[in-house]
């Protein structure tokens, strides 16, 4: 199975704050990576899908980039619902397997 | 509006089953793959399982050890994991969730507990 690695595993900022998560893959898996927030106690929501591209109704401020075994999830200037989990997730074969999460919270 | 609403979780012993559903609505559910993940208290996300839109193709994470089986009744517009032999360490939310056509997974369910506890 292809591991994904995420770095750092938690994070502290302050609003306004650009922040870079990172995702590493084992094997090399072209573009097929998304990127997920969670909020406690709810459901995961996709914020970036095929490595860049933003999925309908994600802000702006969220972008994607990376290809082969090396991807970020960057956002541009953090804003107060922006602190939450962040996952990413390879689908470029089976099985699927998501990085371990980055918590990113407030300074 | 893409829905997905689980049912079926809850409290059940060491060794014993479940059955989870899934109903799926504002989507063509024979057009689309869809999978499972779970996520244990306080931990990450993991996947579980997933079934093609035709039913032809199933895959299932190796953790499992062949004890849960995913189907789908696309009359129904259903999604089902049946569960057994359940463990401890099988405590999780569930989610349904749909595999859009470039994204790997793009809509998720509410999520339904499962707690295996003696």
């Known amino acids: 199975a292809i591991q994904m690695t995420q770095s750092p595993s938690s994070l502290s900022a302050s609003v306004g704050d650009r922040v870079t998560i990172t995702c590493r893959a084992s094997?090399?898996?072209?573009?097929?990576l998304a990127w997920f927030q969670q909020k406690p106690g709810k459901a995961p929501r996709l914020l970036i899908f095929?490595?860049?591209r933003l999925h309908s109704g994600v802000p702006s401020r969220f972008s994607g980039s990376g290809s082969g075994t090396d991807f970020t999830l960057t956002i541009s200037s953090l804003q107060p619902e922006d602190f939450a989990t962040y996952y990413c997730?390879?689908?470029?074969?089976?099985?699927?397997?998501f990085g371990q999460g980055t918590r990113l919270d407030i300074k | 509006e893409v829905l997905l609403v689980e049912s079926g979780g809850g409290l059940v012993k060491p060794g014993g089953s479940l059955r989870l559903s899934c109903k799926a609505s504002?989507?063509?559910?024979?057009?689309?793959?869809m999978s499972w993940v779970r996520q244990a208290p306080g931990k990450g996300l993991e996947w579980v399982s997933s079934?093609?839109?035709?039913?032809?193709?199933?895959y299932y994470a190796d953790s499992l050890e062949g004890r849960f089986t995913v189907s789908r009744d696309n009359d129904k517009n259903s999604l089902y994991l049946q569960m057994n032999s359940l463990r401890v360490e099988d405590t999780a939310v569930y989610y349904c969730?749909?595999?859009?056509?470039?994204?790997?997974?793009?809509?998720w369910g509410q999520g339904t507990p499962v707690t295996v506890s003696s």
């Open positions: 969730t749909r595999s859009g056509f470039v994204a790997g997974i793009d809509y």
């Open positions: 504002g989507f063509t559910f024979t057009s689309y793959t």
């Open positions: 079934i093609s839109n035709t039913h032809v193709n199933k």
């Open positions: 094997q090399a898996i072209r573009n097929d």
């Open positions: 095929a490595a860049s």
């Open positions: 997730l390879q689908d470029y074969n089976y099985p699927r397997t």
